[in-house]
């Protein structure tokens, strides 16, 4: 499975992001997906992730209410919007995909993911 995540930039704070991540290799319509960001000098850290039926999606304390994580099985692709963006937010944003479906409660952790696309940048200013 390849996965290349896309929609970074720059943006304002107080704007919005869409980020999307395409699959491409294999279907993973049957696998948790799950997106992470890493800033600069800080460790991997867990935003949303979606099982494979995209109900009980699960996010970061941060992202809760103004993230959403979604996806469509049937184009292999899975989205992040993200609005009321804050410069805390700022890092490269990264897909990734299970091997199989996660429970929530390990949803979280990245170890979990076998498969990762190669980032997108995300920058917020000031």
């Known amino acids: 499975v390849q996965l290349q995540a896309s929609g970074g930039g720059l943006v304002q704070a107080g704007g919005s992001l869409r980020l999307s991540c395409a699959a491409s290799?294999?279907?993973?319509?049957?696998?948790?997906v799950g997106w992470f960001r890493q800033a600069p000098g800080n460790e991997r850290q867990f935003v949303a992730s979606?099982?494979?039926?995209?109900?009980?999606?699960f996010y970061a304390n941060f992202a809760e209410g103004r993230f959403t994580i979604s996806r469509d099985n049937a184009d292999n692709t899975v989205t992040l919007q993200m609005n009321s963006l804050e410069p805390e937010d700022t890092g490269v944003y990264y897909c990734?995909?299970?091997?199989?479906?996660?429970?929530?409660?390990?949803?979280?952790?990245?170890?979990?993911?076998?498969?990762w696309g190669r980032g997108t940048q995300v920058t917020v200013s000031s």
């Open positions: 990734a995909a299970a091997k199989g479906n996660l429970a929530t409660i390990i949803a979280r952790d990245a170890r979990q993911y076998s498969y």
């Open positions: 290799g294999r279907t993973f319509s049957r696998n948790t």
């Open positions: 979606s099982p494979w039926h995209g109900g009980h999606t």
